[in-house]
């Protein structure tokens, strides 16, 4: 069956410009996280959702960050007046249940390149 | 903060060899551990986990051993194949809706 899948897989910014991030979950998963990967780092925890609700946003860097899942499935993340230092992977991840233990599947990622 | 992190950046490997990744972490709260497998241009593939309440876990090819007196956590493959070169990253997790901490990552390099 379908993964998760994000788009654009790259986007290249100038500083200051506004993006919006696209994750689509695999079907029927309630849980739905954001990752931010720098290079040659492991994913650092962004925000989580179960369903619509957004459960735990304590790893956005700044008010500039902001994510949404209105209807408990496509999640955006967007970014405002993007920095060089947002410059990084972004990853999604989506879970079938809201337990401990369950298993996140990441989607590919998106690469943004702030210039 | 407490943090998960690895004893070697690199690793390489003889095909046919079997190969052992090692993983420290330092939250004695974290309850469940993850291993996950990164090729460039992808995200994190999940290759195997363990509980807390477990000290050894076994899959196809790989095995994760847990040690939580000294909290170290290792994974294990068997006969590598170039297939298997990648980074290799640990993950540990809190009870509860806490995030999973990753680790920096390990890079396999399978030498044909």
């Known amino acids: 069956g379908a993964g998760v899948s994000q788009s654009p897989r790259y986007k290249v910014a100038k500083r200051g410009q506004d993006v919006a991030l696209r994750c689509d979950p695999i079907?029927?998963?309630?849980?739905l996280f954001w990752y931010q990967q720098a290079l040659g780092q492991g994913p650092e925890f962004l925000t989580y959702?179960?369903?619509?609700?957004?459960?735990?946003k304590s790893g956005l860097p700044s008010d500039r960050f902001f994510a949404e899942r209105p209807e408990g499935s496509v999640s955006t993340l967007k970014i405002q007046r993007t920095q060089q230092e947002d410059s990084a992977v972004y990853l999604c991840a989506s879970s079938l249940g809201g337990g401990a233990s369950d298993t996140q599947y990441f989607g590919p990622g998106t690469r943004l390149t702030v210039l | 903060g407490e943090s998960v992190g690895l004893h070697l950046p690199t690793l390489s490997v003889q095909e046919g060899d079997n190969s052992i990744i090692n993983c420290a972490y330092s939250n004695s709260a974290s309850d469940y551990f993850i291993w996950y497998k990164q090729e460039s241009g992808k995200g994190p593939q999940f290759i195997i986990d363990?509980?807390?309440?477990?000290d050894k876990r076994q899959g196809q090819r790989v095995t994760v051993l847990l040690n939580k007196t000294v909290k170290h956590l290792s994974l294990q493959i068997a006969a590598t194949q170039p297939g298997d070169s990648a980074v290799y990253f640990c993950?540990?997790?809190?009870?509860?809706?806490?995030?999973?901490?990753f680790g920096k990552g390990t890079r396999l390099s399978v030498i044909a």
């Open positions: 079907s029927g998963h309630v849980s």
């Open positions: 993950a540990e997790k809190a009870r509860g809706n806490t995030p999973l901490v």
């Open positions: 363990i509980r807390s309440n477990m």
């Open positions: 959702f179960q369903n619509e609700a957004q459960l735990d």
